[in-house]
Each structure stands twice: as C-alpha cells, then as structure tokens.
C-alpha cells in the first residue's frame, strides 16, 4: 500500500517531519515540520533589481516579513559542494572534509595530487549531515537535490575508513522514513513524463487520504520506473487536478 505522504520539490532541500510532542497538559501537538531550503548563490540586491516585483511575490516576502540575519561568515571559498557541506553537518570543510567542488580525496598518502574527486559525493563528507542525525533519532526525512547525499564514506585521521560509522549511517540511510533524491551523485537520465508512456489510473491503494483535505475529483495516480525502484504520482484536488504528491511506495 502507498502512504499518502508526500513533498513538493524545492531546489536543495531537506524536509524534517517531527514526531508529536505532549504538551503541558500531556495532550499530544500537530505535526510539525522544518523545511530547510538554499538557494545556490542567490543574493537578495540582485532579486530585487533583476526581477520583476508580481513574478515573486512569495519569495520577496520572506526578506520583507521574516527574521533575517545582518551577516554570515560563510565556508572559504564559498563553491556550492563546500559551502552546503557546511550547512548540512554545522561545520567548515576543515571538519567535513569538503573544501572544493573538486578536490584531492583523503587520506592524501594514498592519493596523488592529479587525482580529483567530486566534492558533490557522499564519499568525501567526514561529518554527519542533518539528515542522517534526523533519521537516527527516529524522524522522517526528505532531501531533494541534495549535496553529498548518499552513501557515506568517513575517514579515520590515520588513514582508512571507520568501518562502524560508515555501518551505523548506512542503516539510517535505509531506514524507510529517509528518502533522499540527489542528482549531483548521478543516476537515470532525466525523460519526460507522457500521458502516452504513463497513462493515468485510478488511485486505490493510497491510505490516508483524508489527510488530503476536500476533494472533489477522482483520484488518479502515474507511476514511472527510476532505475530498480518506482515512483507514483497521486493527482488531486478541491475542484480539478491542480495538487500532486510523490511517494516512492
């Protein structure tokens, strides 16, 4: 059965789905979630002198309306592989072991200096990342083009991989609440999406569907292959098909 939860996709971003917490009169809270999105090399001057004021509405609003920081002192040099690597673990490449976008892989006796690595692989990460810290304490975690996702590669200082980290992230990587889709790291080419190759159907093995809210169309769902595994769209809506969420089961 397919679970009626799903994210709509953003430019580099991790969504965390907070378990309830009981509050003061011990009754349990809503859900709640975090969203955490960068924009890769945005700058708030330029947006506001290069695009027009109705064409984002939304996005202006958050510098006019929500807290904003006066500065940050940002990862050195500021490349989009090091520069999220220490957004994702809360430290600087000299901690994270990413410090370019391409870079000579550690430990450095065993490598050469012509030898390069992509900072953007999971491999080159020594410090744990938000999503794994989240999948261990048992929340459930999207990550959508997300640097350095994947399978993890940490390094002892003396040389060689530390063997029980490497086994403890692994499984929090295959834990079924974490779900992370990276296509820095590679994978299936992009296709198009057709109403010939995938032809609509009727959606009925979805669950919770009242978390859905009003619905006042049939539901219809699409499912394309993604290298071994599936993806299956749900389409919905109060009055035509104009909402649509993603679910890998």
């Known amino acids: ?61 958050f510098f006019d309306e929500a807290s904003c920081a006066d500065g940050a002192r940002p990862m050195w040099p500021s490349v989009t592989a090091a520069s999220h690597a220490a957004l994702w673990t809360g430290v600087y490449g000299n901690v994270n072991g990413v410090v370019a976008n391409a870079q000579v892989p550690l430990p450095w006796s065993e490598f050469s200096l012509t030898e390069l690595r992509s900072g953007f692989e999971p491999r080159e990460l020594r410090a744990e990342p938000i999503w ?8 459930s975690v999207v990550g ?28 929090a990587l295959a834990d079924l609440r974490l779900l992370l889709l ?39 769902e699409v499912s394309w292959a993604i290298g071994p595994d599936s993806l299956h769209a749900l389409f919905f809506g109060p009055d035509q098909y104009r909402e649509v969420i993603v679910s890998a089961y």
């Open 1 to 61: 059965m397919k679970p009626a939860l799903a994210l709509a996709p953003g430019a580099l971003l991790v969504l965390l789905a907070c378990a309830p917490q009981p509050g003061p009169s011990g009754a349990g809270t809503a859900n709640r979630r975090a969203i955490f999105v960068s924009f890769d090399a945005m700058n708030e001057e330029r947006v506001r002198t290069t695009v027009a004021p109705d064409a984002i509405p939304n996005l202006l609003r």
């Open 132 to 139: 794994i810290t989240a999948a261990r304490a048992g929340r």
């Open 144 to 171: 959508h083009h997300v640097t350095q996702a994947g399978e993890p590669g940490r390094w002892r200082p003396g040389g060689g991989r530390d063997t029980a980290l490497v086994r403890r992230d692994s499984a």
């Open 182 to 220: 990276n296509g820095y790291a590679g994978g299936p080419e992009p296709r198009l999406l057709t109403a010939e190759r995938n032809p609509a159907k009727p959606a009925t093995a979805w669950r919770q569907i009242e978390r859905l809210g009003p619905v006042g169309v049939p539901l219809r």
